[in-house]
């Protein structure tokens, strides 16, 4: 190909044609069932703040395998500390939340929590928690901004 060819199929730097934007979605409620788990899990979505404001296909599949780990082993995350980045709506984390309410008791020394976090849609992710857990469920995850560009080593 000549520095001079017009012919935009064969040139890397052609522009591709605009793509339509994806839907906005704003106030949809999605239901989620895992096979094996016997919960639904409801989530709101608004993806007006931007791409975390949906569930993405990611987060269905890692929900999948973690309910195959509960289904082997209902206690594998059991007094575990997670931090769950990025959670957009949270849909992992509350699942994970609610595996491990189930195994934690009140005598328990270490009794584990699932930190969800993204910053632009920590109220999303805080009103999906409260429409899928009971009270007593909701000690075992917590919504909250990681500052991660702090660096704090007072506790360690």
Not at 57 to 73: G, I, M
Not at 76 to 91: H, Q, R, S
């Amino acid at each position: 190909m000549d520095g001079n060819s017009s012919d935009s199929d064969n040139d890397v730097f052609a522009i591709e044609p605009e793509k339509e934007p994806e839907q906005c979605r704003i106030g949809t409620s999605v239901g989620f069932s895992f096979d094996n788990y016997p919960r639904t899990i409801n989530i709101a979505e608004d993806s007006s703040g931007g791409c975390g404001g949906k569930t993405w296909e990611a987060a269905t599949v890692l929900s999948d395998y973690l309910v195959h780990r509960y289904t082997q082993n209902k206690s594998f995350l059991k007094g575990l500390n997670i931090v769950e980045l990025g959670a957009g709506t949270g849909v992992v984390g509350i699942l994970a939340g609610m595996m491990l309410a189930e195994t934690v008791q009140e005598s328990d020394p270490k009794k584990g929590k699932v930190y969800i976090t993204d910053m632009l849609f920590l109220d999303l992710m805080q009103k999906n928690v409260d429409l899928n857990m009971g009270v007593e469920e909701r000690e075992c995850v917590k919504v909250a901004e990681l500052k991660w560009y702090v660096l704090d080593l007072s506790a360690h």
